[in-house]
């Protein structure tokens, strides 16, 4: 940290610091001049300590070097915020900003809304499809019984001695009239 220098004959503030006489007439001349009177005293100030250069020795030279460099990138930065003009901004970008957040927001909105519709569809499509294989089970669970019972019948029958007579079986038009508890195959 750099300590200012101990000024013992220098006036005091109220906190009873020491106040560098020369601060406080730069405080006073600022309040003084417009900003326009300033750029003027800041371009009398350069004139001057550019005259002074051939009396400056090198560490005072790149001194007065980088304090001009610093106020070429002050006065820079200074037009580019003028150029940004920030009621441009305010006036024309902020609403139009404002207007494409809205129109997000409302397509998010439909969106969200598609998405759960879609979802209730599913939800009950769900439904349907587990209903429909309930029902393909059963179906099959009977189909299952029913082959188990033409074994089983054709087992008795040839564990009861016997076969048949091809002639003896009912014709298939005669069957088509015979009513059944299942569903066609």
């Not at 005091?12 to 610091?17: D, E, F, I, K």
């Not at 441009?88 to 927001?105: G, H, N, Q």
């Not at 409302?106 to 499509?125: F, K, P, Q, Y």
């Not at 499809?129 to 054709?154: C, D, H, P, Y």
Request: charged share 20%; net charge negative; with cysteine.
């Amino acid at each position: 940290m750099h300590d200012a220098p101990i000024m013992h004959d220098a006036p005091r503030n109220n906190g009873g610091r020491a106040v560098d006489p020369t601060l406080e007439n730069l405080a006073e001349a600022r309040g003084h001049y417009s900003p326009e009177d300033r750029g003027m005293v800041v371009e009398v100030v350069t004139a001057v300590l550019t005259t002074m250069s051939g009396d400056l020795n090198p560490t005072e030279t790149s001194l007065l070097g980088e304090v001009e460099a610093l106020g070429r990138t002050i006065a820079a930065a200074k037009q580019e915020i003028a150029a940004l003009r920030v009621d441009d901004i305010r006036d024309r970008d902020i609403p139009f900003a404002t207007d494409e957040l809205d129109a997000i927001v409302e397509h998010t909105a439909v969106a969200t809304n598609a998405i759960l519709e879609s979802c209730e569809l599913l939800d009950d499509l769900a439904t349907v499809v587990t209903g429909e294989a309930t029902q393909l089970t059963a179906e099959q669970n009977l189909l299952t019984t029913r082959q188990n019972l033409f074994i089983a019948s054709v087992a008795l029958i040839e564990a009861l001695g016997g076969g048949w007579d091809s002639s003896q079986l009912p014709t298939l038009a005669r069957l088509s009239k015979v009513p059944t508890l299942t569903p066609p195959l």
